[in-house]
């Protein structure tokens, strides 16, 4: 067994151990540490005036060992840093200067650089509760050596206060001499109250008296854990039983005498985060309304998008590329090793290094695309042999030779072609076969049940990780988001604190408001895929009537506008939306963050499946359907509507999957690795442009500071590419649409799943790559799954069964050929002059004396085999459908979303955790 949740530890034995309602006010209630008005110190010139660089900050004898390895000059470890910049003009950053100098109490003639100034000041100062500080010492000294209880308990709260939310500043300004520096160090106090507010679960000391979980022995277990080659590269979990952290329990944890290793790195900055997530950077009103602005100005994410900072970031512990002199554990450099690296493309990732380096949320991402990518294999290899069958067969297809021997004439496609010989589609016809045969229908069967296993499989993997990873509750200790905007305070049932409240009426009146403005721009999106159609119908009719000569090239040159047009309209699209969906969901004002994250990934990634499936769905069920016949042609304002090629509409299916989804993977590819690769040319060419321009106007000063190499720590990692502020959306986003193309039109290609495994084990290095050396690191998040990606997942799972029901029964040829092969005598003879029909039309015209596809009569009525067509189709259909549905309902049932082991396994830890109680309680700590 592997380091889980058990939360007796963090219990209380009644009568045993007593919190008084003020402690439980200042350690539960958010934002408890900042309830006491501070004044910061005043704001001064001589504060910027006294910035000093590196090289003048810290001590010459350990100077170069603390800089390039993250230290701040007093030597502790620099968690995070915080950036913001002077003006660039030495003139202009005097003036700035005095600016600060001449300010007055009156906030209203303050200019937006100085109020700024203020609100770092401030923030700063209650990051390091310096007033609280000297508050507390002075009181301290006033009440003697025999204070009363009255100030016993307010010395209390503010010594608990200090511990629970001090962290340490140094500011520092950067070679260019304008790029101010705030690093950051989290003093361990602090991390362990802050882990004691959340409820965070830390390995206990291995109790004697409780016999270990044994690892799982099943041949599945070791198929998905199996590791190549040099297996000591991975990092396997603590194997100890885990429990809420208690400080006055710390003695009962692993690892409490070397408070450096108490904290994994991901656990250091996610304790970080909270902390500033919670500061705030302006005094309350005297009234603490919540309407007021100033009761909403705290938390680092808000300064940051208020422009106050520039950006904030986690310090990689070392290079990449070689490991840190000054650290004991080089994470960076052995996830560089071991992960993010080609050569290791075919080995297990370390997923214990991701996960305690990055933090859960990074971890379960990689987590989930490793497992998908390993359950693709058998998908893919299914559907390659599917392929072959088809590619080995198609010269044999027996209506092939039926299509390739007639000579009747097909009428034209559209109003200004020519008619055309059935016998002149023969090869297109033939190689039909290797996509449309039964083979496909079997696979469309498969790939149904498989998406069901994927799934019921992964919901075991993640209750293994999640318990592996103390995350299994964390839904119901997941703080409060910072941006949260209560309304009202409400008395919690449990504590009978107030607590922060917002109507759920109210949101559910501004989500339905929400959905109709989804629901337009999902309006705007059929527009202008119907404009696209009616564009690409009116230049075809355009070049055929008014350009003779390009009749042979009409097809291509519509078919590349129309795809420039609808590529234009899905780029503005995607950018109005995007931006819209997030102000929709910051509106709804959601208290937890992934609550805010679910309701943010449904609002895009519907959008984002619309858009990407829509014109596969138009080929797939609309186009050629309502393409009517001779002498009664449907239209689409004035144009005739467009029917299917002369190959049918599967393989115009086929050909618009491959395209789309091989296109989406390459270009997808190229942007992640080409991209980077040009914006740091253009970077490097930009910077030698203003050296030779202030070299040019003899300004030494200014060359010197742009020629100045990144010589510190985090001028280095400031130089790298910003984390995503959504994390990994646009991953999991991009993945979920590709899972789409693998289910939902797998009947009309087999080889999306190939594809798809190819694409990921690429996907998977480059991910890891970004991470570990293009990116700066991210403050870790916690997570138990990967959200609402499950849910959509399951949804594309669902619709997968009616997409191919429907795409086998009528999009393919399947049903037509079965009903006539069976109802004559087993025979294809004369199935062409059933799938062609002869035209009503009698005269001249390129729709008179011709046949067409459909099945009718001479005189344009629906025959009697349409109708055995139609029966056929709604049977197979029903039964595809019910029959999938039954089996996958029985997978899902016979599946446990629990492993008993982990089951067992989660008992022995409240077991453990209860006796770690017991001694903690009734014996003295050693």
Not at 25 to 51: C, D, E, G, M, N
Not at 203 to 210: A, E, S
Not at 654 to 665: A, C, K, R, S
């Amino acid at each position: 067994g592997t380091c889980g949740f058990g939360s007796v530890l963090g219990r209380e034995a009644p009568g045993r151990v007593r919190v008084s309602k003020m402690e439980m006010k200042v350690l539960q209630h958010r934002r408890s540490s900042f309830a006491i008005q501070i004044t910061p110190p005043a704001l001064k010139s001589a504060l910027y005036r006294s910035l000093l660089p590196s090289t003048k900050l810290y001590d010459p004898s350990t100077r170069d060992k603390y800089i390039l390895n993250g230290r701040m000059s007093t030597g502790e470890v620099v968690d995070a840093v915080i950036v913001w910049k002077l003006p660039k003009e030495a003139s202009r950053r005097e003036d700035f200067f005095d600016e600060i100098d001449r300010t007055s109490d009156n906030r209203s003639s303050w200019s937006p650089k100085v109020e700024k100034a203020y609100f770092r000041n401030y923030f700063e100062s209650s990051l390091t509760n310096e007033v609280l500080k000297a508050r507390y010492e002075e009181r301290k000294f006033m009440y003697g050596s025999e204070p009363t209880e009255e100030q016993q308990h307010e010395l209390a709260v503010q010594e608990r206060i200090l511990k629970s939310r001090t962290v340490k500043l140094e500011r520092e300004l950067g070679e260019d001499g304008r790029t101010v520096y705030v690093k950051i160090h989290t003093p361990f106090d602090t991390l362990c109250a802050i882990a004691e507010e959340i409820k965070l679960v830390l390995p206990l000391i291995p109790q004697p008296d409780v016999v270990p979980t044994p690892p799982s022995s099943s041949l599945w277990s070791k198929l998905m854990h199996w590791n190549p080659i040099n297996p000591d590269d991975l990092e396997d979990a603590d194997s100890s039983y885990c429990a809420e952290f208690r400080t006055k329990f710390i003695k009962r944890f692993l690892n409490h005498e070397t408070p450096e290793k108490f904290f994994t790195p991901a656990q250091r900055t996610m304790l970080l985060q909270r902390v500033l997530a919670e500061a705030r950077y302006d005094e309350v009103a005297p009234h603490e309304s919540t309407d007021d602005d100033s009761a909403e100005r705290y938390g680092l994410s808000k300064m940051l998008a208020e422009g106050i900072y520039t950006t904030a970031f986690c310090l990689h512990d070392g290079p990449y590329d070689k490991p840190g002199a000054d650290r004991d554990h080089a994470e960076r450099f052995k996830l560089n090793s071991t992960w993010a690296r080609w050569g290791v493309w075919y080995k297990r990732q370390p997923l214990e290094r991701i996960r305690n380096y990055f933090g859960e949320q990074v971890a379960f991402y990689f987590l989930w695309l490793g497992f998908y990518t390993q359950m693709l294999v058998p998908a893919a290899i299914v559907g390659v042999a599917v392929f072959l069958y088809g590619l080995g067969t198609f010269q044999s297809q027996p209506d092939g030779d039926e299509v390739c021997a007639s000579n009747i004439t097909v009428c034209a496609l559209c109003a200004s072609c020519d008619q055309w010989k059935l016998s002149s589609s023969c090869t297109a016809y033939r190689f039909g076969w290797v996509f449309d045969n039964p083979a496909t229908v079997f696979f469309a069967f498969f790939v149904a049940l498989w998406a069901t296993f994927f799934l019921e499989l992964w919901k075991r993997e993640t209750a293994v990780r999640a318990y592996e990873w103390d995350v299994s509750n964390f839904k119901e200790t997941e703080p409060v988001r910072p941006e949260f905007r209560p309304v009202a305070k409400r008395p919690d049932p449990v504590t009978n604190l107030p607590t922060p409240f917002f109507p759920s009426t109210v949101r559910l009146r501004r989500m339905l408001v929400s959905g109709l403005v989804i629901g337009l721009m999902l309006t705007l999106v059929i527009w202008a895929i119907i404009a696209v159609i009616v564009f690409r119908l009116a230049v075809r009719a355009t070049l055929y009537d008014d350009y003779p000569s390009l009749k042979s090239s009409v097809a291509a040159i519509t078919s590349a506008l129309a795809a420039v047009l609808n590529l234009i309209t899905i780029k503005v699209l995607n950018f109005i939306y995007d931006r819209l969906a997030k102000q929709l969901t910051e509106w709804e004002n959601f208290e937890k963050q992934s609550e805010y994250e679910q309701a943010l990934s449904l609002k895009v990634a519907l959008f984002q499946f619309v858009n990407s499936y829509a014109s596969i769905i138009y080929v797939a069920f609309f186009k050629g359907n309502f393409a009517g016949r001779p002498g009664d042609y449907g239209q689409l304002f004035g144009y005739r509507n467009e029917a299917c090629a002369e190959y049918g509409c599967l393989l115009e299916l086929t050909i618009q999957l491959g395209v789309l989804f091989l296109g989406n993977m390459v270009i997808n590819n190229i942007m992640e690795i080409v991209v980077p690769t040009i914006q740091e040319r253009l970077r490097a060419r930009a910077r030698a442009k203003k050296i030779a321009k202030a070299q040019a106007s003899g300004n030494a000063a200014e060359v010197a500071a742009i020629t100045a190499e990144a010589k510190t720590h985090w001028e280095r990692q400031f130089t790298l590419q910003e984390y995503p502020p959504l994390g990994m959306f646009s991953q999991y986003l991009e993945m979920c649409i590709q899972f789409g193309f693998v289910t939902l039109f797998v009947a009309a290609f087999p080889l999306a799943p190939f594809f798809a495994l190819c694409n990921n084990l690429v996907e998977i290095r480059l991910d890891a790559i970004y991470m570990v050396r293009v990116l700066r690191r991210p403050f870790a998040e916690r997570a138990e799954d990967i959200g609402v990606w499950y849910e959509i997942l399951a949804t594309l799972s669902f619709v997968a069964v009616v997409t191919n029901a429907f795409v086998i029964a009528v999009t393919s040829s399947f049903i037509p050929r079965q009903v006539y092969y069976y109802t004559n005598d087993h025979s294809f003879t004369g199935y062409v002059n059933v799938l062609y029909s002869p035209s009503p039309v009698t005269g001249t015209g390129n729709d008179a004396n011709c046949y067409y596809l459909g099945f009718r009569n001479a005189d344009g009525t629906l025959s009697s085999f349409n109708y055995q067509v139609m029966m056929a189709r709604l049977a197979f259909v029903i039964l595809f459908e019910h029959v999938v549905y039954i089996l996958k309902a029985l997978f899902a049932y016979l599946i446990p979303d629990v492993p008993h082991r982990i089951a067992l396994a989660k008992k022995r830890e409240e077991y453990a955790a209860r006796l770690a109680l017991e001694k903690a309680l009734y014996h003295k700590e050693d």
